[in-house]
């Protein structure tokens, strides 16, 4: 007899390499039917937090559960385009038993960054990465049995965001304003925190020019994982492109909070401190203040 086990609050679709996951040895009658369905947080503090609709925030998802006892790993991605009205709904074979799970997903927000999800099973881990996309997690475990189960599993804003404001007005001497960001662009999920890529033990590197209209600098953003420590640079350029003054900022980063760094064009070449805040409707205000 088939047995069905319903979980309500995540959905994906089931790739060929999940399949090969389970191994050669399970029949269906061995497994029970799965069914994710998403639930994406509200991320703006209001008085209750509210669900929505996963398309309304994302266009990727990604899934690994690992069964805790075979240490089989069943992993898989779907896509709004490809899914389209069943963007958020999966349903998946699997044994019964008990499964740490992650799933993962991230917007069409800087379509020029970079975000996934990746599974090592040699050495059991899971990692996510995050390169300037507002990415969304949820970790846990969950118990598959044979009765019908009802779970909602929700996935919350994992990002933080660096936002950069210069207030004064650009004068004209001044060609170019470039920052530069080092930061850790590797989750790992089991121990929670960031992590370098590669095997150099060193951070990534964001360079950016920031863009000058009208004799002002437009607000810049920049999405990453959650991190302390990292160093910002600021650094002023004259019409024939030579350095005029730089300053260093030290700054850390929360999830679901933007850290805004902020000050005038004028504070670099003095060497002023910079304002450092952390804030946003993500969350509750922090002030963060700058040694």
């Known amino acids: 007899m088939i047995k069905k086990l319903l979980i309500l609050g995540m959905s994906f679709t089931c790739l060929t390499a999940c399949n090969n996951d389970m191994g050669t040895n399970l029949t269906e009658t061995d497994n029970v039917e799965v069914r994710f369905n998403v639930n994406a947080l509200n991320v703006d503090v209001q008085p209750m ?16 559960l690992q069964n805790t006892t075979t240490q089989k790993w069943y992993s898989g991605e779907q896509s709004l385009s490809d899914a ?14 008990n499964y740490k799970v992650t799933f993962f997903g991230y917007g069409n927000d800087n ?3 970079e975000a996934g ?21 949820y970790n846990s475990e969950v118990s598959i049995g044979d009765s019908e189960t009802t779970t909602d599993v929700n996935l919350t804003r994992l990002s933080s965001k660096l936002v950069i404001k210069l207030n004064d007005v650009i004068p004209s001497d001044i060609g170019k304003i470039k920052a530069r960001l080092t930061y850790y662009p590797l989750y ?12 150099s033990g060193l ?9 000058i209209k009208n004799s002002n600098v437009e607000e810049y953003g920049f999405f990453l994982l959650p991190q302390r420590g990292r160093v910002l640079t600021i650094t002023l350029y004259d019409t024939s492109n030579n350095e005029l003054g730089s300053c ?7 999830q679901n909070k933007r850290t805004i760094v902020e000050g005038n064009v004028l504070d670099v070449i003095n ?17 963060v203040p700058l040694q």
């Open 49 to 64: 937090m509210t669900r929505t609709i996963p398309s309304s925030i994302l266009t990727n998802i990604h899934y690994a």
């Open 84 to 97: 389209g009205d069943e963007f958020g709904h999966i349903n998946l074979w699997i044994p019964t038993g």
């Open 111 to 113: 379509p020029s960054g």
């Open 117 to 137: 999800l990746r599974v090592e099973k040699d050495y059991n881990k899971t990692y996510i990465n995050i390169n300037n996309k507002d990415g969304f997690m």
């Open 188 to 199: 790992d999920v089991a121990r929670g925190e960031a992590t370098y890529a590669g095997s």
């Open 203 to 211: 951070p990534n590197v964001m360079e950016e020019f920031l863009i």
């Open 248 to 254: 260093n900022v030290t700054v850390s980063f929360y």
């Open 271 to 287: 060497q002023k401190p910079f304002v450092v805040t952390v804030t946003d409707t993500w969350d509750d205000d922090v002030i």
